[in-house]
């Protein structure tokens, strides 16, 4: 089994950025992920991230990618299961692949997007159910699809459709949209049918998703509409399971940290020393990507500190206890 200085879960901008912090430190560093991107991939163009007016979000991925790959971090493509200690400055960070030990762990895996929760969601995931457009769009070139949402990214993923797929629907359960106006202007310039004051009861098909199952929120009536593809932008959600007897939550499910990233034991205001963690997943009130990565540096320059003892000194945790 592989030993790194520090594992970090998750590769948004909080996490490729403490991995290029971390690495320039000279720490063996390891990034664990299901994706490369985070929720920079749900959106089609980032504005004002400091050097770019806007950018195209994949663009800025790719960037990042590349930057943290010329400093020599690994990066490897798995779903984490559970992180625990299992020694004096040792964690061990379990996958669906592997295991990895570590003497410190930066958690930076974000939030996931929110599912509808409906029969035939899970079955077709990937099979006609996406929950980024960007990813998954290019697939359902010249075919019917509709997106579910009233928000900005339900916007944004509307308008990129319009412009490949052969029909474009968006289902929203209000009659009104959270969306920014002018965005909401754009998409119904491009052609975009509306279906308002409408649910997604059931998604259908075989091998692939042929059709969804819609009930007025008003009448009950349901009726059937035949799409290839379906985009869930319904928001999203910390995934707490794997950390909730690692680290201390908010009521949010959000890891409390302190300002320098530090974490704390479970139902406890004792910092849980070697666990560190930034961006969407903390209780850092501002979610904006520059704020993750500024995090996220924080996040490794302390993990760096904890390892070689510097301002950590005094601090003792009884592991055994803890795993």
């Known amino acids: 089994m592989k030993k790194y200085d520090v594992i970090i879960v998750g590769a948004g901008p909080a996490g490729m950025t403490a991995g290029i912090f971390a690495s320039r430190r000279e720490l063996k560093t390891l990034i664990v992920t299901d994706d490369i991107g985070g929720q920079m991939l749900s959106t089609t163009n980032i504005e004002n991230y400091p050097g770019f007016k806007k950018i195209e979000a994949l663009e800025l991925v790719k960037r990042l990618e590349d930057h943290v790959r010329h400093f020599g971090v690994e990066i490897v493509r798995d779903v984490v299961t559970g992180v625990k200690q299992t020694g004096e400055k040792e964690f061990t960070v379990f996958s669906k692949k592997n295991k990895y030990k570590s003497k410190a762990v930066i958690l930076a895996f974000g939030k996931s997007p929110r599912a509808l929760g409906v029969p035939g969601e899970k079955e077709f995931s990937g099979k006609g159910v996406s929950y980024c457009a960007n990813c998954d769009g290019p697939m359902f070139k010249k075919m019917p699809v509709a997106v579910v949402g009233g928000g900005n990214s339900a916007f944004e993923s509307a308008h990129y459709m319009a412009k490949i ?77 794997i950390i909730k007897d690692l680290v201390k939550l908010d009521e949010s499910n959000h890891v409390v940290i302190d300002d320098k990233c530090q974490t704390f034991y479970p139902n406890s205001n004792k910092i849980r020393p070697g666990v560190f963690a930034a ?41 055994s206890t803890q795993h």
Do not use: C
Not at 202 to 222: A, C, P
Not at 291 to 302: C, D, N, P, R, T
């Open 165 to 241: 797929a052969s029909k474009v629907y968006l289902i929203h359960r209000r009659n009104e949209f959270r969306a920014f106006e002018s965005l909401v202007k754009q998409v119904k310039k491009l052609g975009v049918e509306f279906i308002l004051n409408t649910e997604v009861k059931e998604m259908k098909g075989d091998k692939f998703l042929k059709s969804l199952v819609l009930e007025d929120v008003n009448t009950h009536k349901r009726r059937e509409l035949q799409v290839s593809g379906v985009f869930i932008e319904i928001g999203s959600e910390v995934k707490s399971e």
């Open 279 to 319: 961006g969407d997943i903390t209780s850092v009130p501002f979610k904006q990507i520059i704020i993750s990565a500024g995090e996220g540096a924080k996040a490794a320059l302390q993990a760096y500190n904890y390892i070689h003892d510097i301002e950590t000194k005094g601090i003792v945790a009884d592991w």
